[in-house]
Nanobody
Framework: QVELVESGGGLAQAGGSLRLSCVASGGRISEYGIGWFRQAPGKGRLLVAGINWSGSTTYYADSVKGRFTISRDNAEITVNTVFLQMDNLKPEDTAEYYC??????????????????WGRGIQVTVSS
């Protein structure tokens, strides 16, 4: 079983920054793609960013390109940490953010149904 533990959310002002962390463990975690979805009230889930198993390939939603950066620490085979650096935050970034795992290794599919494990979610609120 894969376990995902998210941290780093909270309140930021527009133009500010936050960094989310996801500590992922279990299974063959270093072979899996890991990403971040978000869901704002009344809206569907959006894949914000994803990173493949080796960290060589990343994906970003158009709405966050140039502002968000995903990275991955694979130093330990059994525990990987994925970071989502969020800069120049906007009020529309306000949402619940979820760390997700893709067992195929890529984490670039937009459908939530393609992801096998989900974290509990963490709130990000950006004030104007």
């Amino acid at each position: 079983q894969v376990e995902l533990v998210e941290s780093g959310g909270g309140l930021a002002q527009a133009g500010g920054s936050l960094r989310l962390s996801c500590v992922a463990s279990g299974g063959r975690i270093s072979e899996y793609g890991i990403g971040w979805f978000r869901q704002a009230p009344g809206k569907g889930r959006l894949l914000v960013a994803g990173i493949n198993w080796s960290g060589s390939t990343t994906y970003y939603a158009d709405s966050v390109k140039g502002r968000f950066t995903i990275s991955r620490d694979n130093a330990e085979i059994t525990v990987n940490t994925v970071f989502l650096q969020m800069d120049n935050l906007k009020p529309e970034d306000t949402a619940e953010y979820y760390c997700v795992v893709d067992l195929t290794g890529w984490a670039r599919q937009s459908s939530p149904n393609e992801y096998d494990y989900w974290g509990r979610g963490i709130q990000v609120t950006v004030s104007s």
